[in-house]
């Protein structure tokens, strides 16, 4: 009679737990969301060389590497190097410091090519 009123009761309280499980909510996965944020844009104040001093060329690789293309060389023989660059349709005048590779200063010329 011990082993019946046991397996009655054992069946019992799997029978309520398979119903709990049926009756919860189930959670669907959430659509992923990548959550990222890619940003190669440089303005004034922008360090390119991590503090470190750039030669003419060095300077001209960073903006190479920033996305400008047709880099041109105007003046690199004062504490500042100006280049001239386009990036898309525009075209930039751009002083990077010698000193520590910071952008002093950086213009837009011209939109279109």
């Not at 019992?12 to 990222?36: I, K, W, Y």
């Amino acid at each position: 009679m011990k082993l019946v009123k046991m397996l009655l009761r054992s069946s019992l309280v799997s029978s309520v737990v398979a119903v709990m499980m049926a009756v919860s909510p189930v959670t669907v996965p959430r659509e992923a969301n990548a959550q990222t944020n890619i940003n190669i844009n440089i303005g004034v104040g922008t360090d390119l060389n991590r503090g470190r001093g750039i030669t003419c060329s060095q300077g001209e690789r960073l903006l190479r590497n920033r996305g400008f293309r047709d880099i041109r060389r105007i003046d690199c023989r004062s504490r500042f190097f100006v280049y001239r660059a386009w990036r898309g349709n525009t075209r930039f005048e751009i002083a990077i410091r010698q000193r520590d590779g910071r952008v002093v200063d950086m213009q837009r010329l011209s939109r279109q090519r």
